[in-house]
Nanobody, 118 residues
Framework: QVQLVESGGGVVQAGGSLRLSCTAS????????MGWYRQAPGKQRVLVAS???????NYADSVKGRFTISRDNAKNTVYLQMNSLKPEDTANYYC????????????WGQGTQVTVSS
């Protein structure tokens, strides 16, 4: 089973930036898509950004233009650069390997908490 460990969260003022990292271990196949999800208190976990092996990216409308996803295939690592942060970005951020129909191929880690103060 693929294990995922996220890091880089913290507390930041609105308008600030953070860079999240996530490394996958226990990988025995070439990883196609990697993605970042977030879950705010009382809300469902949602996919906010994804990137495939070739570097093609997709973003949720709520983060488009502010967040940038990237990856290092050799290290099985995915990054999320978050700029112009807003209080509504406050959530626990997770990474995983998204498949079709909302499925994921990794075990959920503990995530990394991002708190944006106004």
């Amino acid at each position: 089973q693929v294990q995922l460990v996220e890091s880089g969260g913290g507390v930041v003022q609105a308008g600030g930036s953070l860079r999240l990292s996530c490394t996958a271990s226990g990988v025995t196949f070439r990883i196609d898509a990697m993605g970042w999800y977030r879950q705010a208190p009382g809300k469902q976990r949602v996919l906010v950004a994804s990137i495939n092996w070739a570097g093609s990216t997709n973003y949720a409308d709520s983060v488009k233009g502010r967040f940038t996803i990237s990856r290092d295939n050799a290290k099985n690592t995915v990054y999320l650069q978050m700029n112009s942060l807003k209080p509504e970005d406050t959530a626990n951020y997770y990474c995983n390997l998204p498949g079709r129909g909302g499925l994921v191929f990794g075990s959920w880690g503990q995530g990394t908490q991002v708190t944006v103060s106004s």
